[in-house]
């Protein structure tokens, strides 16, 4: 069975430019969810999707960050425009009916 | 606020030796407790998924228990080995939202 699919796995932009992140999660996971790590850091939680719905975003910060997830599947995450400080692993994880969540192996970002 | 300390930051221990990583975790009113590890570069490979109604997890040379009462989780690695060398991460999800609340991890090192 495929795990979750994350791309790309890197991305080197200048500020200000926009970026976006796909996630693919486990087949059958209802719930899909973003993370942001810091380095040295443990992953904190951007938004979350039950199907389409996003149930929890309050930790997004909704002026420069959308995501989506159209039917209930694959997500797109956005910054626009990003700033030196966005630079980070951004991780999706997916989830069942029992709620032990998966993670892909992150998009590395780094902002110039 | 649900907060996850992990300690210590950092750990070596010789290769063939038995070891314990410890999670606390301030409000005891968890719904599970999950064991993560963390390759360098690399997403979360879920470990152990303990149920608030349970005490322990065991897979392979790995056991998590957990005190809920204490708000506490140990890992335990028997017959240590250089591969298990990586981040160990510790997450909980509370009652009523189903994120992650992650601590930052101990840094394991196996010395052959």
């Known amino acids: 069975e495929a795990g979750v699919v994350q791309s790309p796995r890197y991305k080197i932009i200048e500020k200000k430019q926009p970026v976006a992140f796909w996630c693919n999660p486990i087949?059958?996971?209802?719930?899909l969810y973003w993370y942001l790590q810091n380095l040295g850091q443990g992953p904190e939680l951007l938004i979350r999707?039950?199907?389409?719905?996003?149930?929890?975003d309050s930790q997004l910060p909704k002026d420069r960050f959308s995501a989506e997830r159209l039917k209930g599947v694959d997500s797109t995450l956005k910054i626009q425009p990003a700033e030196l400080g966005d630079s980070a692993v951004y991780l999706c994880?997916?989830?069942?009916?029992?709620?032990?969540?998966?993670f892909g192996p992150g998009t590395r970002l780094t902002v110039l | 606020k649900q907060e996850v300390t992990q300690i210590p930051a950092a750990l070596s221990v010789p290769e063939g030796e038995n070891l314990v990583l410890n999670c606390s975790f301030t409000?005891?009113?968890?719904?599970?407790l999950q064991w993560f590890r963390q390759d360098p570069g690399k997403g979360l490979t879920s470990l152990l998924l303990?149920?608030?109604?349970?005490r322990e997890q065991t897979s392979g040379r790995l056991n998590a228990s957990l005190d809920k009462s204490s708000g506490r989780s140990t890992l335990y690695i028997a017959a240590s080995q250089p591969g298990d060398s990586a981040t160990y991460l510790c997450?909980?999800?509370?009652?009523?939202?189903?994120?992650?609340?992650f601590g930052t991890g101990t840094r394991l090192t196996i010395i052959p």
């Open positions: 999707y039950e199907n389409e719905e996003a149930v929890d």
């Open positions: 087949s059958g996971h209802n719930t």
């Open positions: 303990i149920q608030s109604s349970q």
């Open positions: 409000d005891s009113a968890i719904y599970n």
């Open positions: 997450a909980v999800t509370n009652f009523g939202n189903e994120k992650l609340t």
């Open positions: 994880a997916s989830s069942g009916r029992v709620n032990e969540q998966f």
